[in-house]
């Protein structure tokens, strides 16, 4: 079994919350990988008026099949690096899915 690159990612009561590196004006919306320990996620909308912000989320909520308004950007609106919070889902379902996509 490859080794999985450190995910920082830690549970809450309500859920989890994931750190995230957004590159924007990306080709198409895809995760791409474990980058300094956040989920790296390429997103075709740019980093204009909460664009990239509502993208990323709106990405996160597909890819996690959860509800948009479970999810919500904690730290880092206006920075690359973000630390988004995921109502009702756990660590081992974060990383299962993450591993059934091929993300790792």
């Known amino acids: 079994m490859p080794d999985i690159p450190p995910l920082e990612l830690r549970e809450i009561e309500a859920g989890v919350v994931l750190k995230v590196s957004v590159q924007t004006k990306a080709s198409r919306n895809e995760a791409t ?43 880092g609106h206006r920075s690359r690096q973000k630390w988004v919070q995921i109502e009702g889902v756990t660590r081992g379902m974060i990383f299962q899915q993450l591993k059934r996509l091929d993300v790792f």
């Open 33 to 75: 990988g474990i980058h300094d320990g956040a989920l790296k996620l390429r997103l075709t909308a740019p980093p204009i008026e909460g664009a990239a912000n509502a993208a990323c989320l709106t990405f996160l909520a597909q890819l996690f099949h959860v509800q948009k308004r479970r999810l919500r950007i904690i730290r």
